[in-house]
């Protein structure tokens, strides 16, 4: 984000495509002036004069913007009327940017969008770049970074649990958490300080027990949190399951019957899924990204084995893997290759079509037994056994007593890296007291701790820090 700060930006702040109504957005210390020259408020005031965050009714009639190519005739001089609008002005600092603010609610059609943005930017302003308005909340004090993030993971949260998780570290919940270790950090570190610049008078602000004591209460909270990380994760980015089996063993058939849709194509046909499937779905309120996979067998079709290869790839990568069988046959070889290579991988056996009798032999049972639970059984086409295998994929990806909560969770791996990086200076400067080492060492470690805190926050950041966080953002947020 190299473009100036100073800049008044807009954008388009709805999604794409048609839709009864569309926003445009604009901050900056011309947005007032930009949107009065363009939108004739009915109450015949100006919109320097009017009431902010209060809506009013106006006539959107922006001045012909100038063609680049001089060969076309030149347009008419006079504004024309484009659209029946409601305006709105939100003044500093009381906006989301913390600057002037102002929005256009037009009917949103993508005609109208573009006309209305290529007149703001003929007025002196630009387009925004992605997440440059929150990035802009963030710079003027509106929010910090990890409440930053937490808007782009509320815009994308999947489930109802994911939600609540965003929005509560949104509301702040988690950066008062890191605020109180590190300041009780800030506040060890000044004694410590304090303690070097008497060194000659032998003074100690601090005693060597008393704050190997606040290190170890510092350390054992930040624990807390990254206990939290496995959780978090699960209900920001979701779970991978992946299904996995030989063909025509009803991969399709279960996919389509876990995400209630006609997602894959099912025939008798082996081999008829030869590329990766995946539909987002809630499983017992969790986001989870289920594939379907092509079936696992020898073949010298090129298309095929490149499918079986992304198969294997899937199988690595998921979270969980989902080892279907077909009961109503014999076990055959492949299945026993697919049973000893999730061995010592979080897999849940399967048994399909239990609409049909079962031809598995008794003695080959513990062969599908999948730690101390058994196969669960199941008829993706009647949709029998589909809850019970909701339930053990929801045993299997976390804790019965999973749930999103309203308290601190961690969601983003940047966080779990800067708390490990803060409590291995803590961990290093407690070595540090222990050894008697003096005081200069034990400082350098605080402080360290201290800094990977601030930078969750956004206490301490840098440029690209920021521009890698914010470019995740679309635009007009």
């Not at 003074?203 to 054992?220: P, Q, W």
């Not at 063909?247 to 399709?252: A, H, I, L, R, T």
């Not at 007593?401 to 890296?417: K, N, S």
């Amino acid at each position: 984000m190299s473009a100036g700060l100073d800049d008044t930006i807009c954008a388009v702040a709805t999604a794409p495509g048609e839709g009864g109504i569309g926003i445009i957005r604009l901050s900056g210390t011309k947005a007032v002036d930009i949107a009065d020259r363009l939108a004739t408020l009915r109450c015949r005031k100006s919109l320097a004069s009017v009431s902010s965050h209060r809506l009013y009714l106006a006539d959107l009639r922006p001045r012909p913007v100038v063609p680049s190519v001089a060969a076309q005739p030149a347009p008419s001089t006079a504004s024309q009327f484009l659209d029946e609008v409601l305006v709105v002005v939100m003044r500093r600092p009381r906006s989301f940017t913390g600057e002037d603010v102002a929005e256009f609610h037009c009917h949103g059609g993508p005609l109208i969008l573009q006309t209305l943005c290529e007149a703001i930017v003929s007025e002196g302003a630009r387009l925004a770049e992605p997440g440059e308005f929150t990035k802009r909340a963030f710079l003027n004090g509106r929010m910090d970074l990890a409440q930053a993030e937490a808007v782009l993971d509320t815009i994308r949260a999947k489930t109802a649990g994911s939600l609540r998780i965003a929005q509560a570290q949104r509301r702040g919940l988690l950066s008062r958490e890191i605020d109180a270790v590190r300041h009780e950090l800030i506040g060890a570190l000044a004694h410590v300080e304090a303690g070097l610049d008497f060194a000659e008078e032998d003074i100690a602000f601090v005693r060597r027990d008393e704050l190997l004591v606040m290190l170890d209460t510092m350390n054992r909270r930040l624990s807390q949190l990254l206990d939290t990380a496995r959780e978090g994760k699960l209900w920001r980015e979701g779970a991978s399951v992946a299904i996995a089996g030989r063909p025509n063993v009803g991969k399709s058939s279960l996919m389509n019957a876990l995400a209630r849709s006609d997602r894959a194509i099912v025939t008798a046909v082996p081999g008829t899924t030869r590329d990766l499937l995946d539909e987002w779905l809630h499983i017992k309120g969790l986001p989870v990204r289920l594939l379907d996979t092509a079936g696992i067998r020898d073949t010298k079709d090129p298309i095929e084995q490149e499918g079986i290869r992304r198969t294997r790839q899937a199988v690595d990568d998921a979270d969980l893997v989902l080892a279907l069988i077909d009961q109503s046959v014999a076990l055959q070889e492949e299945d026993r290759t697919l049973l000893a290579d999730l061995r010592k991988r979080n897999h849940i056996v399967v048994l399909n079509k239990s609409d049909l009798p079962s031809k598995i032999e008794k003695h080959e049972w513990p062969a599908l037994s999948a730690g101390e639970r058994g196969p669960v059984v199941i008829s993706a086409v009647i949709g029998t056994g589909l809850d019970d295998l909701r339930e053990r994929i929801r045993l299997h990806l976390g804790s019965e007593g999973l749930e999103a909560g309203d308290g601190v969770c961690i969601t983003h791996l940047r966080h779990q890296l800067l708390l490990r990086r803060a409590q291995e200076a803590l961990c290093e400067g407690s070595a540090a007291l222990h050894e008697d080492l003096t005081g200069e060492f034990v400082a350098a470690d605080l402080r360290r701790a201290a800094d990977a805190l601030g930078e969750i926050t956004g206490a301490i950041s840098t440029d690209d820090i920021l521009d890698r966080i914010f470019s995740e953002f679309c635009i007009g947020k």
